[in-house]
């Protein structure tokens, strides 16, 4: 297949959801079986995107395919020269494995929906969201620059709200809507700044022509820490969209949205678009960068670990541990462990969207309970469920024989090994910690759920596996948790082609001695970015990580057991002896509260001070002009009255004896008028 | 006599223009006042087709009459329509007592 | 004086006097029928100054297209009880003074002036010029009139539509 054909076919599966976003919105409220079209078309850019990416991950591994044509040309402009926009889009592996697991959870999303929403009243326009969604998230992934970027960046960010917020009625839904929305815009003024910095210095938005020209030795300013902000300004924007510390607040109450939309956006893909936009920015990212995006990641997935352990909501646990995934992630791209970061985003996207969709699963059988104390003993009603929900907690858990063993152990690796070369000791230990504490949260959530004995007994009674559709999703992303996909080996994940040859860390372009120590390389130019002496502290890191990460996570998972399944330990006992703690993590450290007292209380009172200003000190001016303004008013008002009212009505009179005398010719009929008209050319022809 | 040349047809042209206009003038049927149109529209035609003919602009002045038929066909298309419009609302249509606008 | 100034007398005076009586008999099918007569003559003073292509597209479309129309809106614009269909007047005397000043003026200015006379040697069928034309050179403009006359048509069918009841 050629490459033009290619690109033909990634564009087609960009705009195919748009289409049907188009169609369906408008005559979704005409045809009530128009959702089939969205079916139909999400499908068919599924079975495109697999085609694409498998003949592009066959035949075009080692070579990236671009295309590109020039948007806006502004010629020659002064003071900053030749100056054009092109617009363009790049198939590389990261592309197109990305744009096969958006398009697989997209239309596995779609799929379970027909069920998961029946019967709502606005069935067709959550479908039409879904594809306007499914369009915008293709767009970041295909483009190949970050102006680009940046448009789909917003209209993701459009459709997250229009999604959050779909069940409008309710207030809880429509104000988490506009929290998503408003906390997102914080990041998104970061990632702005960030570009029009790399665009002023540049004069271009393209990625590759960017890093080709700091390979080159040019810098914005001439300053190494112009380079690092304007890097921490892009990660702003993934801050936002990933959910990360301290913006992180938007995710957990984005759960008001419907469960189906919370697998496809808040779990698998795009919270991922952070992750995927710091992946493309990685080879700018100078040291200093690095390691604030190291700290935000690892910091953001302790605080978020740590409060999932005590939620009782299933939706608001996933989400929390999805936060903390992110940050994982995060952590990854922040201590150079590219390869990982990314294998970790397209396991997590799948296990993830596995566990959303179950929970959806449980939540419908359960006539919308999403409390996990009252449920319980659900395994013998809904096997199928329980069997993929169990896998994929495996999975998050980093259990040998999973995906999520395999990437998870990578990252870990990659933090040990960054911190035994750095010194950052405490990146490695929060990252070790997190991985205990989220086996025993998701472990917690598995046994409060699915075992024991039913707490609500009626509703237990009407509960029942879900239907066909709704349970083929959960089997298929179940199965895609398994290592068997990535890897042959199931311990060693460097082995299987997913990281030998599909994802590769690209070379940092950064100069020499913006680079992390273990990033320099002898030679000049561009170097690689793993030395020789990171290769090394990976190969000592990996099997420590290994056996440290299984038995972390067996003890959460031991605890687990103790705690909910056999009852030997009293989980409320322990919440009293650590009260603060818990507290701590019940109230979500309460990061809600202090924004809610400086930020919004902050604008509030300065609203209210600026509202007392207006009202005393403007007031008391405008007031005192307007005494002023009378005084002068009435003076003025006896000249009006008696010299100007004269000429006026003087005036008036002339012109209403005018009028009068003219008023004749107005007859109201056209042909009068063409009859002045033919004597006005007369007399025009006479005086020429 | 002598021999016809442009001025010719450009005296025919204003003959026709004058007449056009008279029927545009004088006429209370909005049909005739639109055969009057049609008139004036035919003597510009007629100017089009002889500077054509005897100026150096080559077929320049006979696409234009050419479009300018094609406008009329258009406008009388149209003006036929309000004219229909016209006699629904008012049972007639002479226009010197359709003076609304006046009021 | 040759056959081509005996023809173009002719038309000239079929045209002006057909053109005369459109515009001062009172009834309105006769004057429209004096309309049919000068067209005709316009068509022939085509032919005369060797526009072929637009004398035929002048019968077709005036005589086959416009008159018919302008019949048409005569007979759906009176009662058709009518026996003879009229045209009452107005500002005849205004409009006498006026258009003969006018005539006057245009005439005598169109023969004193001097014009620049350069007629082609042989005449040559137009059609296949006026073709190429249309569509290098008023592409654009043949494409506008098309949209044009579309619009023309539907607004045409929208204002005549009777409304719905």
């Not at chain 1, 929305?181 to 960030?194: A, K, L, P, Q």
């Not at chain 1, 990685?282 to 960068?289: I, K, Q, R």
């Not at chain 3, 309105?28 to 060797?50: P, R, W």
């Not at chain 3, 592409?139 to 539509?161: P, Y």
């Amino acid at each position: 297949m050629s490459e033009i054909l290619l690109i033909n076919l990634s564009i087609l599966i960009l705009f195919l959801p748009l289409a049907g976003f188009g169609v369906v919105i408008l005559f979704g409220k005409r045809f009530s079986k128009l959702y089939l079209f969205e079916q139909g078309i999400i499908t068919l850019a599924f079975i495109l995107s697999v085609i694409v990416a498998v003949v592009k991950l066959s035949s075009y591994v080692n070579q990236d395919i671009l295309f590109a044509f020039t948007w806006i040309d502004f010629g020659n402009v002064p003071m900053l020269g030749e100056l054009k926009i092109d617009l363009g889009i790049k198939l590389d592996n990261l592309t197109v494995i990305m744009l096969f697991v958006v398009n697989l959870i997209s239309m596995l999303v779609h799929h379970y929906s027909v069920e998961y929403m029946k019967g709502d009243a606005k069935y067709n326009r959550y479908f039409a969201y879904l594809g306007i969604f499914t369009f915008s998230m293709l767009g970041i992934v295909l483009t190949d620059n970050i102006l680009m970027m940046y448009i789909f960046w917003e209209l993701v960010g459009l459709s997250s709200y229009l999604l959050i917020g779909f069940w409008f009625e309710k207030d809880s839904a429509s104000d988490a809507g506009k929290k998503a929305f408003i906390v997102n815009r914080v990041g998104d003024i970061g990632m702005f700044i960030g570009i029009l910095i790399l665009f002023a210095t540049y004069q271009t938005f393209s990625f590759d022509a960017i890093y080709e020209k700091i390979s080159m030795g040019i810098i914005p300013f001439d300053s190494g820490a112009w380079l690092t902000a304007a890097g921490i300004l892009l990660f702003m924007g993934a801050v936002g969209k990933s959910a990360q510390f301290p913006l992180h607040v938007w995710l957990p109450d984005a759960m008001e949205g419907p469960t189906p939309v919370s697998a496809l956006i808040h779990a698998a893909t795009m919270v991922a678009a952070g992750v995927y936009l710091v992946a493309r920015i990685f080879v700018m990212l100078t040291a200093d960068a690095m390691l604030v995006i190291a700290v935000v990641g690892a910091f953001t997935s302790f605080i978020a670990a740590s409060i999932a352990l005590t939620q009782n909501d299933i939706k608001k646990v996933l989400a929390y541990s999805t936060v903390s995934q992110l940050g994982y992630m995060i952590m990854s791209l922040g201590v150079g462990a590219y390869a990982f970061a990314f294998f970790h985003l397209v396991t997590h996207a799948f296990f993830k969207a596995c566990l959303f969709l179950g929970s959806g699963s449980v939540i419908h059988a359960m006539h919308h309970e999403q409390d996990i104390q009252k449920m319980g003993g659900l395994r013998r009603k809904m096997p199928l469920t329980y069997l993929s929900f169990l896998i994929s907690t495996l999975a998050i858990s980093g259990i040998p024989l999973t995906s999520g063993f395999l990437s998870k152990d990578g990252i870990l690796a990659g933090t040990l090994a960054f911190g035994s070369l750095t010194g950052h000791w405490l990146i490695p230990i929060f990252g070790f910690t997190v991985a205990m504490m989220t086996a025993f949260y998701m472990f917690r959530l598995v046994i409060l759920t699915f075992h024991g004995e039913p707490t609500d007994k009626h509703k237990f009674d009407h509960a029942h596996e879900s239907p066909r559709l709704m349970v083929y999703p959960l089997v298929l992303l179940a199965v895609l948790s398994i290592f068997i996909w990535y890897t042959p080996n199931p311990l060693a994940p460097n082995q299987g082609w997913f990281l030998s040859s599909w994802v590769k860390t690209p070379q940092t372009v950064v100069p020499q001695d913006l680079r992390f120590e273990f990033m320099q390389s002898t030679e000049t130019g561009t170097g690689i970015v793993h030395s020789e002496m990171y290769e090394h502290a990976m190969h000592w890191a990996h099997y420590p990580a290994m056996i440290l990460s299984v038995i972390l996570a067996g003890l959460g998972i031991l605890l687990a057991f103790m705690m909910y399944q056999w009852k030997k330990i009293s989980p409320d006992k322990f919440a009293e002896k650590v009260k603060p703690l818990y507290n701590l993590s019940l109230n979500k450290w309460y990061i809600d509260e202090i924004y809610q007292s400086t930020f919004i209380n902050g604008t509030l009172i300065l609203s209210n001070f600026l509202a007392w200003f207006d009202n005393t000190i403007i007031d008391g001016i405008v007031n005192g002009s307007a005494t002023v303004t009378r005084l002068f008013s009435r003076i003025s008002g006896w000249f009006d009255n008696y010299v100007v009212d004269g000429f006026v009505n003087f005036t008036a009179f002339f012109s209403g004896f005018i009028g009068l005398s003219f008023r004749r010719i107005q007859t109201g009929k056209v042909q009068t008028y063409i009859v002045f008209v033919i004597f006005s050319v007369l007399i025009l022809i006479i005086l020429l | 006599m002598i021999e016809v040349g442009l001025t010719h047809f450009l005296v025919i042209s204003a003959a026709l223009f004058s007449f056009g206009i008279y029927g545009v003038v004088t006429r209370k049927n909005a049909v005739m006042v639109l055969m009057g149109v049609e008139l004036i529209l035919n003597a510009a035609n007629i100017n089009f087709v002889a500077f054509a003919r005897y100026g150096n602009f080559g077929l320049n002045g006979q696409i234009m009459a050419l479009f300018i038929i094609i406008l009329a066909a258009a406008e009388a298309a149209i003006a036929l329509a309000i004219v229909l419009n016209i006699y629904k609302t008012f049972a007639h249509v002479n226009i010197d007592e359709i003076d609304n606008l006046k009021e | 004086m040759n056959v081509y100034d005996i023809i173009f007398y002719l038309f000239a005076a079929i045209t002006l006097a057909s053109g005369f009586l459109v515009v001062t008999v009172k009834n309105i099918v006769h004057s429209a029928f004096y309309l049919l007569f000068t067209l005709f003559g316009i068509a022939g003073i085509y032919v005369l100054l060797g526009a072929d292509f637009i004398a035929i597209v002048q019968l077709l479309v005036y005589v086959g297209g416009i008159l018919i129309l302008l019949l048409f809106g005569v007979m759906l614009t009176n009662k058709i009880t009518d026996v003879d269909i009229k045209t009452g007047t107005l500002h005849i005397v205004p409009a006498v003074i006026g258009v003969g000043i006018f005539w006057g003026a245009i005439t005598s200015i169109l023969t004193s002036t001097h014009w620049k006379s350069l007629p082609a040697e042989n005449i040559e069928p137009t059609t296949a010029q006026i073709g190429t034309l249309l569509i290098t050179d008023y592409v654009l403009v043949f494409e506008l009139l098309g949209i044009l006359l579309l619009i023309a048509l539907i607004g045409a069918a929208t204002i005549a539509r009777r409304d719905k009841e």
